[in-house]
C-alpha cells in the first residue's frame, strides 16, 4: 500500500472514532440530563407528598367533633349552597376543601392542593370517624380546666383491656402546653404512670346537635342517684344536678348547668356537664369511662377520681351514639 493511501485510511479510522466519542459522549450527557431531571422530580414529588400528607393530617385535626360533618360542608359562614361551602383554613400553600361523599355528610371527602417549589400534589382524603368515643379521659372545652384545691386523680390506662390503647388524661381545643402549665399550677393534680398529660382535639359537642339527639332518643329529664350501680340509662338534665347523699349512676349524664357533688358519688360511663363540675369538701366524685366538660369546668374542694374504662364507654356508646372527633380513613393521589 502506498504512503498516501495509508495515511488516508489512518485519518478516516480517526475521523470514525472521533465521531463514535462525540456520539458517546452526548449519549453520556443526555443520561445525566435525564437522572438529574428525575432526581429533581423525585425531590419535588418528595416534599409534595409530605406536604400533602401534613395538610391532611393538619385539616383532619382540626374538623369539629360531632356525629358527622354537615357544619363543616356549609362552610365559614355556615350555610349551604353559598361560595364558601367546604372551604377549611389550612396550612401555607395548601388549599382544602371538604365535599360530600357518598355518606353523605357522614364520610365526606377533603381534597387537598399543595404548592411546593418546582411543583405540587393533589389528594382526596375520605374522613371518617374515631374508633375510641372519647380522645381523652377529660374531655374538656379549653385548657384552663378550672380550680382544684382539693385532689384531682387521671388515669388513662383500662387495665381490663390491654389490647385498647390508653387514652391520654386530657384533651383540649388549645395547645397541650397549656393544659400541662395548668397541672404543673394546679397542684393537686395527678395523671397516673402510662398515661399521655394531654392532647389537642376540638372541644366536645356539648350545644344544640347533642340536645335535638338526646330529645330524639328519649332521655330522661331528670336525675336521683341510686342507692347500688343500675343498669346504664340515658339522662339529660336541662338545669343543674345537686347529689346530696351517697349514690351511684351509669350510662350517659348530661347536664346543661352545674353538676354539684356533695356527698360520695360514682358514676360508670360519660358524665357530660356544661356549665361546671363542684366537688365539695369531704365528698368523692369518681367516674369510670370519661369526663366532658365545656366552660367553666372544674371547682374541686373534695376529690375527683376519672379513669378510662372502655367496657363503660362502649356501654354508654350503646345506649346512645357517642360524638367523635374526626379521622382519616383513607386517601389517593388525584
Known amino acids: 500500500m502506498r504512503a498516501g493511501q495509508r495515511g488516508g485510511a489512518t485519518l478516516a479510522t480517526a ?76 396550612p401555607s400553600g395548601c388549599v382544602a376543601t371538604l365535599l360530600q361523599g357518598p355518606l353523605g355528610a357522614a364520610r365526606p371527602f377533603l381534597d387537598v392542593a399543595v404548592t411546593v417549589p418546582g411543583g405540587g400534589r393533589r389528594v382526596r382524603a375520605i374522613v371518617g370517624a374515631a374508633a375510641a368515643p372519647s380522645p381523652a379521659v ?32 386530657f384533651a383540649t381545643a388549645d395547645d397541650p402546653a397549656l393544659t400541662d402549665a395548668w397541672i404543673a399550677a394546679s397542684g393537686g393534680v395527678t395523671v397516673a404512670p402510662g398515661t399521655v398529660a394531654a392532647e389537642i382535639a376540638p372541644a366536645p359537642p356539648l350545644g344544640a346537635a347533642l340536645w335535638s339527639r338526646l330529645a330524639a332518643a328519649g332521655a330522661a329529664p331528670v336525675f336521683v342517684s341510686a342507692a347500688a350501680p343500675p343498669l ?30 356533695e356527698a360520695d358519688f360514682a358514676f360508670s360511663g360519660v358524665v357530660a356537664v356544661s356549665g361546671g363540675v363542684h366537688v365539695a369538701s369531704g365528698a368523692t366524685l369518681r367516674i369510670a369511662g370519661a369526663l366532658w366538660l365545656g366552660v367553666p369546668a372544674l371547682d374541686v374542694a373534695g376529690r375527683l377520681e376519672v379513669r378510662h374504662d372502655r367496657a363503660a364507654l362502649d356501654a354508654a356508646d350503646t345506649l346512645f351514639r357517642l360524638p367523635r372527633r374526626a379521622a382519616l380513613a383513607g386517601q389517593v393521589d388525584r
Open 138 to 169: 377529660v374531655w374538656a372545652e379549653r385548657a384552663a380546666l378550672g380550680i382544684v384545691g382539693g385532689r384531682m386523680d387521671v388515669d388513662g390506662v383500662d387495665p381490663a383491656r390491654p389490647d385498647v390503647d390508653a387514652l391520654p388524661a
Open 15 to 90: 475521523l470514525v472514532v472521533l465521531l463514535a466519542g462525540s456520539l458517546l459522549a452526548a449519549a453520556l450527557s443526555d443520561i445525566a440530563r435525564t437522572e438529574l431531571l428525575v432526581a429533581r422530580d423525585r425531590r419535588v414529588a418528595a416534599v409534595g407528598f409530605a406536604a400533602a400528607d401534613a395538610c391532611v393530617a393538619r385539616v383532619v385535626a382540626a374538623l369539629p367533633a360531632g356525629w358527622d360533618q354537615a357544619d363543616a360542608l356549609a362552610g365559614p359562614d355556615g350555610t349551604s349552597g353559598t361560595a364558601d361551602d367546604g372551604v377549611r383554613a389550612a
Open 232 to 261: 346504664p340509662m340515658l339522662h339529660a338534665i336541662d338545669g343543674d344536678v345537686v347529689v346530696t347523699a351517697p349514690g351511684y349512676g351509669s350510662g350517659l349524664l348530661v347536664v346543661r348547668d352545674r353538676l354539684d357533688i
